[in-house]
């Protein structure tokens, strides 16, 4: 099982393990509503490298790129069941619009992304190139998503509160 992380935690934890010789990989997401895309996501990234970093995203930038109905369970829950996951070492939440600015500071070797990216269309791709390292587009096709299961259940309970409309993926 994974640990939730502090930032300065992490960086700790990251400096032992690289000292011991050990290869790091890195995911970030929200991770609300952990569905089995975010799982085949995170274990994919797994096989990347000898241990897997995830960022979670915080709730306020959750909201942000979601509307004001997300996320559906706070960071702290969404962090604590990514980490619950065999796949997961370390978990840290991220507060900054990107997650460039841990890049910079963790600088893991493979940075992974989901199949509704290429390695050209990845946002942090010229952070994680300056500093040498590699990006792997892992996972399964971006059949699943938090939204769409949002969707389906307010269609199997037309009572509840509808919720705004969301941006798709995650």
């Known amino acids: 099982m994974g640990e939730v992380l502090s930032r300065a935690a992490l960086v700790e934890r990251v400096a032992l393990d690289r000292g011991n010789g050990l290869t790091m990989a890195f995911a970030n997401g929200g991770f609300d509503l952990l569905h089995v895309g975010h799982v085949r996501y995170l274990e994919a990234a797994r096989q990347e490298a000898d241990r897997l970093i995830v960022a979670v995203n915080d709730d306020r930038s959750i909201q942000a790129l979601k509307g004001a109905a997300r996320p559906v369970l706070p960071e702290a829950d969404r962090a604590e069941l990514v980490a619950a996951l065999r796949a997961v070492d370390y978990v840290v939440i991220f507060h900054e619009p990107t997650v460039t600015p841990l890049l910079e500071l963790l600088r893991p070797d493979v940075h992974c992304k989901g199949t509704d ?12 190139r300056a500093y040498g390292g590699r990006i792997a587009i892992v996972g399964d096709p971006k059949d699943h998503s938090t939204s769409d299961l949002l969707m389906r259940l307010e269609r199997s309970n037309p009572q509840a509160p509808s919720p705004k409309p969301q941006a798709p993926n995650q």
């Open 117 to 128: 990216y290429t390695v050209e269309t990845v946002p942090e791709r010229d952070t994680v």
